[in-house]
């Protein structure tokens, strides 16, 4: 089992940044997968970018650009660097992690379902 504890929300004006990161703890030998991922309201997950082991990185057509993704492995930590954000951005930012053995590898994606733990979530709030 693994526990992940997200920080580093908060409030922002449009064109800021903000860096999300996401500590592990419990079983941290066991993640393969490790990603970021929001969701807003009446909204579903949506996948931001994730990250394996062997730092292989996929990203969401939303995180394109301005978003990046980085795990230091020494730290057990997962890091969402965010750039020009938006009012559009505004939601509950989550980290999601995937056991070793669950995923073949090289098959990282943003999909949530292949996400096993979560942590409870970093409110962003962009102002315009």
């Known amino acids: 089992q693994v526990q992940l504890q997200e920080s580093g929300g908060g409030s922002v004006q449009a064109g800021g940044s903000l860096r999300l990161s996401c500590t592990a703890s419990g079983n941290t030998n066991r993640p393969y997968c490790m990603g970021w991922f929001r969701q807003a309201p009446g909204k579903s997950r949506e996948g931001l970018a994730t990250i394996d082991t062997d730092g292989r990185t996929t990203y969401g057509d939303s995180a394109k650009g301005r978003f990046t993704i980085a795990r230091d492995s020494a730290k057990n930590t997962l890091y969402l660097q965010m750039n020009d954000l938006k009012p559009e951005d505004s939601s509950v930012y989550y980290c999601?992690?995937?056991?070793?053995?669950?995923?073949?590898?090289?098959?990282?994606?943003?999909?949530?379902?292949?996400?096993?733990?979560w942590g409870q979530g970093t409110p962003v709030t962009v102002s315009s």
């Open positions: 999601g992690a995937a056991p070793s053995g669950t995923v073949n590898p090289g098959y990282c994606n943003g999909n949530p379902y292949q996400h096993n733990w």
